[in-house]
């Protein structure tokens, strides 16, 4: 069946950095891309970015622009979420998703929904 | 930054309907999902694209759209069904994608 799995907990200090790991199996790849959405305590989901994985072109949401980088390798089929200059509002459970279902026509480009889902990673910034 | 705005809570008693709504500006342009998530999982998707059940889902949940503003609706709602509720959809070119704040749904 389709799974992602994720990398297990982190513990950092503020101003450091936390990269987590997405590993892919069940379907191809390079077939679709890959999200990554955060959820602080008690808050609700918040959409980090996505990467192709065909040719990890990336798209990031403007928060989160220039602290997160999303990479792949496809060799092992694994998806990685670097954030960088953490703070203590950065704990929260982070997950990864894979895109289905997008479609293109004549009039735009219509992304997909998120399924599977990883299990979750949580990252914990305290000093 | 694009936003989707929805009620933060909707209570309802076993066996009735509960309605749960979402508005954005760009809905009419693009899909929206709808994810179920109970304490300590990840989400699960209910509804996609505006009204489509996955197989596996309930014939109870449904979707519908008009205009800016999406349904979401749970027929015959269940004690099981008590969860928060997310809609989630993209600004009008596709390229960000965006959550609703979310809904909790207490089954009274």
């Known amino acids: 069946q389709i799974q992602l799995v994720q990398s297990g907990g982190e513990v950092r200090q503020p101003g450091a950095s936390v990269k987590v790991s997405c590993k892919a199996s069940?379907?191809?790849?390079?077939?679709?891309?890959i999200n990554w959405v955060r959820q602080a305590p008690g808050q609700g989901l918040e959409w980090m970015g996505w990467i192709s994985g065909y040719n990890a072109d990336t798209q990031y949401a403007q928060k989160f622009q220039g602290r997160v980088t999303l990479t792949t390798d496809t060799g092992t089929s694994t998806a990685y979420m670097e954030l960088s200059s953490l703070r203590s509002d950065d704990t929260a459970v982070y997950f990864c998703a894979r895109d289905a279902g997008e479609e293109y026509d004549n009039s735009g480009y219509y992304p997909g929904w998120f399924d599977p889902w990883g299990q979750g990673t949580q990252v914990t910034v305290s000093s | 930054s694009y936003e989707l705005t929805q009620p933060p809570s909707v209570s309802v008693s076993p066996g009735q309907t509960a309605r749960i709504t979402c508005s954005g500006d760009a809905l009419p342009k693009q899909y929206t999902y709808w994810y179920q998530q109970k304490p300590g999982q990840a989400p699960v998707v209910v509804i996609y694209k505006d009204s489509e059940r996955p197989s596996g889902i309930p014939e109870r949940f449904s979707g519908s759209s008009s205009g800016t503003i999406v349904t979401l609706t749970i027929s015959g709602v269940q004690a099981e069904d008590e969860a928060d509720y997310y809609c989630q959809s993209a600004d009008s070119r596709g390229t960000y994608r965006v959550f609703g704040g979310g809904t909790k749904l207490t089954v009274l």
């Open positions: 069940g379907y191809t790849f390079t077939d679709y891309g």
